[in-house]
């Protein structure tokens, strides 16, 4: 029986997914593929300095799997800074984000996906185009990506 995948909490999708070295030519560039949860990992412990206990709260992981993840994350990208590889961003298998908005005409309450939020916030209200709305108290979290090497956007679907 194969494992069923662990689902990691993601609250946040980096907007540049590719890094590449200068001055190396395409052919001989090597990279390495930093899976979201990796990116996340290294976002709560390393740019918002939270202890790891925090981190793996956040994540809804155990402590011994987020330390794994975040070593895994900074071994890969130490190997690229290190030895010249590009770094791309992509995949793994998380849960992503999202805001719940509400109508304050009518109380319609919606998700909004955190990437969408951030990029293209919503105007109005779905069903009675209201403009009157305001994000609702709390994170929802409702939807869930998985990807192989080519995967992340694009090929989250709803959960049920
Ligand atoms: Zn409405």
């Not at 590719?18 to 001989?28: D, E, H, N, Q, V």
């Not at 690229?80 to 995949?91: D, M, P, T, V």
Request: hydrophobic share 35%.
């Amino acid at each position: 029986m194969p494992r069923p995948p662990k689902w990691r909490r993601v609250g946040f999708v980096p907007e540049v997914t590719y890094f590449k070295p200068a001055g190396i030519p395409l052919a001989s560039l090597e990279e390495v593929c930093l899976t979201l949860e990796e990116a996340e990992a290294i976002r709560l412990k390393d740019r918002e300095g939270l202890e790891q206990e925090e981190c793996a709260r956040m994540m809804r992981v155990s402590r011994p799997t987020f330390h794994r993840v975040l070593g895994s994350a900074r071994k890969k990208l130490a190997d690229a800074l290190l030895n010249g590889k590009a770094i791309r961003i992509e995949g793994g298998n998380f849960e992503m984000a999202m805001r719940r908005f509400q109508c304050r005409s009518n109380g319609h309450e919606w998700d909004v996906p955190f990437e969408t939020m951030v990029t293209r916030p919503p105007a109005a209200c779905p069903t009675c185009h209201s403009p009157d709305i305001r994000p609702a108290p709390g994170f929802g979290f409702g939807m869930r990506g998985r990807g192989g090497r080519r995967g992340g956007r694009g090929r989250w679907k709803m959960q049920e």
